[in-house]
């Protein structure tokens, strides 16, 4: 393989990303409105030429390049959060803007700039000759990431029967490659009380109170350690084999954590006793928890055994239509996954990097010192559709995407001119290399 054309190539096309990329920050599009977009990024694929461009029922955009038998997929989320308070932006985050280096813009590290290295990268693989009778490649502009991280490849392998070897998600990486992530799931909690007069509220059996107990316990279960003196064992002990077989992805992973996010409340009036509380938990989870153990250790917190009579915990359910009107209701349940070191797909992708740029991370002259302070494989702090694509589903999913993960949802998000180059010649290079290698 002639990996200096393959550089040469995707250099070549930088300005054709950078004005792709401009396009789509133009175009609001948070989740359950990301049609324009979409119609958007289907416009680019046929002008590179894809062979098959396919829109399914829930509204994801599916380009295919190649005749192969083994397909391979590229993942990126088309869909973006809101601005937030427009006064902390600088500049117009629609309308963004472009210097030498940067673009900056809503979207432009979260995460359309891996959709356009992506569906340059395989534009490279047509120009290079480098597609065959072995793979056909798969490129997705998918959409309700922000909103329910994994619904759009949960419906695209149940419902479209579409099942790549495996997944390279375009989330940014900081110039590194990643192997995994903390799961998440979303928990309620609900405590019944008896109202009465708040003149006497001796009479009545305030909800608050109960849930100011659960809290506590909640605070208790994130902070604490381990050490059997500990009443409550913290989340720290799936860091220790004693009580976590799969300790050590744990530690690569780092620790799962637990916080209150929400607070709700029923009451006759502001005179009186509240009768109901409910608390949303925001819950992470490492490496060897479930979310069946995560509702039992919410279940067995002293304070929730102490109201059990009075109380529910329960998983939350997402069923927000998409763009296209499609409901397809799931679980609030984002499992954690991690591919081994050693697996076939972890060790393509790092031939690939570094054939084509060593064995360091890469970036610009602002990012470099700290990208390469980090190990090339490592692992996002952050969920992404890899939840379902390995998490529910068990095919194998890795990531290397252009930008930095701290312009996720910030305000003045911009991406880099180079990481948008570098991953789509990354890309373009990695079914050859492993489909040699398997």
């Known amino acids: 393989m002639d990996f200096e054309a393959i550089k040469s190539q995707a250099q070549k096309y930088e300005k054709d990303m950078v004005k792709f990329l401009r396009d789509m920050v133009r175009i609001p599009g948070e989740s359950s409105n990301e049609g324009a977009k979409i119609q958007r990024a289907k416009e680019e694929m046929e002008k590179v030429g894809f062979d098959k461009i396919e829109i399914d029922k829930m509204g994801n955009l599916l380009g295919y390049i190649g005749h192969g038998k083994r397909l391979i997929a590229f993942d990126g989320h088309i869909d973006t959060v809101g601005i937030g308070e427009r006064k902390n932006w600088k500049f117009d985050p629609y309308e963004g803007f472009e210097n030498d280096t940067e673009i900056g813009g809503r979207g432009t590290s979260d995460q359309e700039g891996g959709i356009a290295s992506a569906i340059y990268g395989a534009k490279i693989m047509k120009d290079l000759g480098l597609l065959n009778d ?4 798969l490129v997705t502009a998918t959409v309700q990431e922000e909103d329910c991280d994994g619904l759009c490849w949960q419906y695209i ?11 390279v998600s375009t989330e940014p990486t900081d110039g590194g490659i990643y192997r995994g992530q903390r799961g998440r799931m979303e928990i309620r ?12 509220p001796e009479r009545g059996d305030n909800a608050i109170y109960k849930m100011s107990e659960i809290i506590q316990d909640i605070r208790a279960l994130n902070n604490n350690g381990c050490g059997e003196s500990t009443a409550i064992l913290g989340l720290e002990k799936m860091l220790h084999e004693k009580y976590n077989p799969e300790w050590k992805e744990a530690r690569f992973l780092g620790r799962g954590s637990v916080t209150v996010s929400q607070i709700f409340y029923s009451s006759p009036s502001r005179c009186a006793v509240a009768d109901g509380c409910s608390i949303s938990l925001d819950r992470r989870m490492t490496s060897g928890e479930t979310w069946e153990s995560c509702l039992e250790e919410i279940r067995q917190l002293p304070a929730v055994q102490r109201y059990a009579d009075d109380l529910e915990v329960s998983m939350y359910d997402y069923e927000r239509p998409s763009y296209t009107g499609l409901s397809y209701p799931i679980e609030c349940y984002f499992p954690t996954w991690v591919i081994p070191e050693d697996h076939a797909v972890t060790k393509a992708l790092m031939e690939a990097h570094h054939e084509l740029y060593g064995d360091k991370r890469q970036g610009p002259a602002a990012q470099i010192q700290m990208r390469q302070a980090r190990p090339l494989l490592d692992k996002w702090t952050f969920s992404t559709n ?22 996720a949802h910030a305000p003045n998000e911009i991406t880099w001119k180079e990481d948008l180059v570098r991953c789509a010649a990354v890309y373009a290079a990695l079914p050859s290399i492993y489909i040699k290698n398997s």
């Open 134 to 137: 072995k793979y056909t490649v």
């Open 157 to 167: 392998i149940k419902e479209e029967n579409i099942r790549p070897e495996f997944v």
């Open 189 to 200: 909690v609900d405590v019944k009380g008896i109202s009465s007069h708040g003149s006497a």
């Open 386 to 407: 890899g939840v379902t694509i390995m998490g529910r589903n068990g095919i194998p999913c890795i990531g290397f995407g252009p930008g930095a993960e701290a312009q």
